[in-house]
């Protein structure tokens, strides 16, 4: 498993990636979020911000029925930050009304079914599944409760995925456990923990940008060069 990642600056990380270092994992935004290079996505780089910021959103209330969801279940996120599957998807809608970290594309993680890569099947639990994203943080990433690298607070959690558990979508959803890498489906009640994740790089620097930066320091060298010409005559 690869526990490699950087900690760079958000622009710098850029011209880094772009220069074709090779860098699987990558803090940015203060080390707020984590860019996974590999499957160009970024992380909230705190597996458990719910516990410290719900963007408004009441704890240990009804939070009502998630409109897109089908289990008749109420909403429900608690002070620690576990909470239910819709309660999940109401906290990943508030954190996209607050723009945060300047973007409202979050989202919760995506589980691909079937997975070719899996090893075993229900009911113990799919294990060495790389083709879905949280499985790929664990088993190509080496994101684990043990060596976490960038990320906070990955404990020996479940953590909800976005995708419904296809066998039975209206009561399950997929869970994703960082402790020993098994992902399975579990009722949308029950209180686990979430995260979210986008699609790109939420530092990149536009290419205009990189170009500008690139002329102006060659401009400054042949500054400097005319102005040393110039002292010397």
């Excluded at 490699?4 to 990636?17: I, K």
């Excluded at 009304?97 to 995506?110: E, I, K, M, Q, S």
């Excluded at 113990?124 to 879905?132: A, E, P, V, Y």
Aim: contains cysteine; glycine residues 12%.
């Amino acid at each position: 498993m690869r526990a490699t990642y950087l900690r760079y600056p958000g622009a710098f990380a850029a011209l880094l990636l772009a220069s074709g270092a090779q860098a699987a994992l990558v803090s940015v935004s203060g080390g707020q979020a984590v860019y996974d290079s590999d499957l160009d996505i970024t992380w909230i780089s705190n597996a458990n911000l719910a516990a410290t910021n719900t963007f408004g959103l009441a704890t240990n209330v009804d939070l009502g029925l998630y409109p897109s969801d089908n289990s008749g279940v109420n909403g429900r996120i608690l002070p620690n930050g576990a909470m239910n599957w819709p309660g999940a998807l109401f906290w990943v809608d508030a954190m996209n009304a607050a723009n945060y970290l300047g973007v409202n594309d979050w989202r919760l993680p995506v589980t691909l079914y079937p997975d070719r890569t899996c090893d075993s099947d229900p009911p113990s639990g799919f294990i060495n599944c790389t083709g879905s994203e949280m499985g790929h943080l664990y088993y190509v990433d080496g994101v684990t409760t043990a060596m976490p690298g960038p990320f906070s607070n990955i404990k020996d959690r479940w953590l909800w995925s976005g995708t419904e558990y296809s066998l039975n979508p209206d009561d399950l959803a997929w869970f994703f456990k960082f402790g020993n890498g098994n992902q399975s489906g579990a009722g949308k009640a029950n209180f686990l923990w979430g995260s979210a994740v986008r699609s790109g790089d939420i530092s990149l620097v536009p290419v205009p940008a990189a170009v500008w930066l690139f002329g102006s320091a060659l401009g400054l060298l042949g500054w400097l060069q005319r102005s040393a010409e110039h002292g010397n005559a």
